[in-house]
């Protein structure tokens, strides 16, 4: 490599964040709206620049703090997006993750250094969003929806343990379609990252269900 070749120069990374929680059964993704140029009032995902001081975690974890005051948020790599006229300031190859949270256990910082408001969108609601963020957001869903058959992103709902007719409602919710009771039980059984306990709680009904906890 040839450093002062000017084909390697004007170039950055973004590190982005496509932030999900399910609000009663709905599936929605958090959206920030930018103070500044470029899209200035647009909204977008959370994510930012990557300093050239800075490990990837290192900045992944600044940009969720700067723009909605979320720390500790475990997040799962998804997909890199290169075209090289992403962004209309230089040449941005875009590193994207997807992460999960409870919505109702955490306070959102609705005005930022670079934003201006922060809400919860539904994912049928998403408006046209700054940069390629439209874009990224259809390729979060489809990580979401892999990781959430084999690992155990979810648990951030359930620090008590939960049955298995309320796992099933979120995946439901997540997955956008009707599951069979039996099929998801054995499926979930099967997958090994998940135990049962000894105690029962019962959930949308009159009869006790095992509570089961992940590994």
Known sequence: MEVTNPKY?????????????VDKGILKVLLVKRKNEPYKDYWALTGGSLYNDEDLEDGLNREIYEKTGLRNIEVKFSKVFGKKDRSPVMRMIAITYIGIIDASKVEIAKDTLKTSNAEWFKIDEVPQLA?????????????????????????VFFPNGFTLPELQKIYESILNKKLDRRNFRKKMLNTNIIIATEEEMTFEGKKKAKIYKFK
Do not use: C, P, R
Request: glycine share 2%; net charge negative.
């Open 9 to 21: 120069q004007h170039q950055g990374i973004h590190v982005i964040t496509s932030i999900f929680t």
């Open 131 to 155: 940069y390629d963020h439209n874009e990224i957001i259809e390729e979060a869903i489809k990580t979401l929806k892999a990781e959430i058959l084999k690992t155990d992103l979810l648990k």
